[in-house]
């Protein structure tokens, strides 16, 4: 048994789990809307390759799961910085603007390359880098900071 209390806990999950949720819920959603329901397929294909983007509807649900594994894992590394970094949930709307930069550097400069994904990132254009760092930035960085700022407390 681990000698955190019940509130220490909930002070630590509660805002996980709302950051994630509302980061991978907005998220979700919009590339819905830009790229079809066909992304989850897109996103499972990064753990299994090119089948994944044939598959059916238990890989559409594997890709939704993989979204939401890495909406959470998101907000736990914030939320868990945060216990130590106070400013992070003291400066929330700046530091989670700048979060959602980091996430979109880690994705497409990192986790998108070495993953298995049949297609190619890039080129970007100005107008592309602008939009996609504007939607990190809003959907994915506020979100997640924003629930650790308000559950934390």
């Not at 990190?136 to 900071?145: A, E, F, K, R, T």
Request: net charge positive; charged share 10%.
């Amino acid at each position: 048994m681990n000698g955190a209390s019940p509130s220490v806990s909930r002070r630590l999950w509660l805002p996980i789990l709302v950051g994630g949720a509302l980061a991978g819920t907005f998220d979700i959603i919009s590339a819905f809307i830009s790229f079809g329901w066909g992304t989850p397929r897109a996103i499972a294909s990064g753990l299994l390759g090119r089948q994944a983007l044939a598959g059916g509807l238990g890989m559409w649900m594997l890709g939704l799961f993989l979204h939401y594994v890495i909406a959470f894992s998101a907000a736990a590394i914030y939320c868990v910085t945060s216990r130590k970094l106070s400013f992070l949930r003291e400066h929330f709307i700046v530091c989670g603007l700048f979060y959602g930069i980091a996430i979109y550097l880690v994705m497409n400069l990192i986790v998108l390359p070495l993953s298995a994904v049949p297609f190619k990132v890039g080129p970007f254009t100005v107008a592309t880098l602008r939009h996609d760092l504007l939607m990190q930035m809003l959907i994915i960085g506020l979100p997640i900071s924003f629930g650790a700022w308000k559950f934390s407390k």
